[in-house]
């Protein structure tokens, strides 16, 4: 199982981004599924997080009401809007080790794909 991110680019401040997480081969319905998301020179933070049933979900303070995590057709998206410099970021989808349920914390995550950048600016 590996997860690929794409949907990463350059945005003017105030702008909107959706980014895409796919598992190639595989149906993402079975996991709970995070994203996550490492500016330079910070550690890496949680962002949002869905369980298997599309129900369950959870945000990071920073990001509440600002973005939407959802699943598509075996795909987890992840809607930004409103963003600004401190959004910029390389961006990482993963899923939960634990169970279809998304975590109380952001530990015990896997199968990380390589990241998309995001970059905030005018």
């Known amino acids: 199982l590996r997860l690929v991110e794409s949907g990463g680019a350059l945005v003017q401040p105030g702008g909107s981004l959706k980014l895409t997480c796919v598992a190639p081969?595989?149906?993402?319905?079975?996991?709970?599924i995070g994203w996550f998301r490492q500016a330079p020179g910070k550690e890496r933070e949680g962002v949002a997080c869905?369980?298997?049933?599309?129900?369950g979900l959870k945000y990071s303070s920073s990001v509440k009401d600002r973005f939407t995590i959802f699943r598509g057709d075996n795909t987890v998206e992840l809607q930004m809007s409103d963003l600004n410099a401190e959004d910029t970021a390389v961006y990482y989808c993963?899923?939960?080790?634990?169970?279809?349920?998304?975590?109380?914390?952001?530990?015990?995550?896997?199968?990380w794909g390589q990241g998309t950048q995001v970059n905030v600016s005018l």
């Open positions: 993963a899923t939960y080790l634990g169970g279809g349920l998304c975590p109380a914390g952001w530990h015990s995550f896997g199968y």
């Open positions: 869905i369980a298997s049933n599309g129900r």
């Open positions: 081969g595989y149906t993402l319905i079975h996991y709970a």
